[in-house]
Nanobody
Framework: VQLVESGGGWAQPGGSLRLSCAAS????????MSWYRQPPGKERELVAA????????NYADSMRGLFAISRDNAKNTVYLQMNSLKPEDTAVYYC???????????WGQGTPVTVSS
């Protein structure tokens, strides 16, 4: 099983980044997917989640309207479009796969995002 995040890096305040998470080794379309982030010195927090079929999406209140999660089950990939970035969005961003029915979940290794001028 692998979840490989990419697309992180540096952005200026007000800029945008698009993160990708490519999955392999499990039935991607059977798993809900989510993005978490862990700012420096803080705990990991949920950013956004999308159901296995993509029909249900949830965001943390502070990200709603700024970030957008999506998935492409044909490509086994989940995305996080991040707009209007702020310095407080600086964190390591992780994707997670969940299948509550069988009680399994997987984490990616994370991709760092730095927002600064």
């Amino acid at each position: 099983v692998q979840l490989v995040e990419s697309g992180g890096g540096w952005a200026q305040p007000g800029g945008s980044l698009r993160l990708s998470c490519a999955a392999s080794g499990f039935t991607f379309s059977a798993y809900g997917m989510s993005w978490y982030r862990q700012p420096p010195g803080k705990e990991r927090e949920l950013v956004a989640a999308i159901s296995s079929g993509g029909g249900t999406i949830n965001y943390a209140d502070s990200m709603r309207g700024l970030f957008a999660i999506s998935r492409d089950n044909a490509k086994n990939t989940v995305y996080l479009q991040m707009n209007s970035l702020k310095p407080e969005d600086t964190a390591v961003y992780y994707c997670r796969a969940d299948n509550a029915r069988i009680g399994r979940h997987y984490w990616g290794q994370g991709t760092p995002v730095t927002v600064s001028s």
